[in-house]
C-alpha cells in the first residue's frame, strides 16, 4: 500500500524559512521524480519543484526559483523542499506526489504571517 506522508509545515513569520519533508513507502522511492504542489483553497493545485531520479535534476517554478531548493534522500525515502524568504501569498497546503502516479498525501499547511 503507498503511503505519503507531507511534514515540515507550520507558522513562519514573512522572510522566513520552512524545509518540508515527503516521507513515501509502498512504492520503489528511487524511480520516481518527485514534484511538489501548492493548493489554495477553490484553487488549482500548482507545480512549484520536483526533484528527478537522474543526477537529482530540478526544476521549479519561476515564482519560486531562487527560493525553493528540492532534494531527496533515497536511503530514507524521503524529498525535501527548503523554503527561504517565504511570503505571506505562499500560505497555503503544500503536497508532494511522485510523478506519473496518482499518489498523494495530506499536504501540510504552511502559513506565513507576521
Known amino acids: 500500500q503507498v503511503k505519503i506522508v507531507e511534514s515540515g509545515g507550520g507558522l513562519v513569520q514573512p522572510g522566513g524559512s520552512l524545509t518540508l519533508s515527503c516521507t513515501a513507502s509502498g512504492y520503489p522511492f528511487s524511480d520516481f521524480a518527485m514534484a511538489w504542489y501548492r493548493q489554495a483553497p477553490g484553487k488549482e493545485r500548482v507545480e512549484i519543484a520536483s526533484?528527478?531520479?537522474?543526477?537529482?535534476?530540478?526544476t521549479y517554478d519561476e515564482s519560486v526559483k531562487g527560493r525553493f531548493t528540492a532534494s531527496r534522500d533515497n536511503a530514507k525515502n524521503t524529498a525535501y523542499l527548503q523554503m527561504n524568504n517565504l511570503q505571506p501569498g505562499e500560505t497555503t497546503v503544500y503536497l508532494c506526489?511522485?510523478?506519473?502516479?496518482?499518489?498523494w498525501g495530506k499536504g501540510t499547511q504552511v502559513t506565513v504571517s507576521a
Open positions: 526533484i528527478g531520479t537522474i543526477r537529482d535534476l530540478q
Open positions: 506526489s511522485p510523478r506519473k502516479t496518482n499518489f
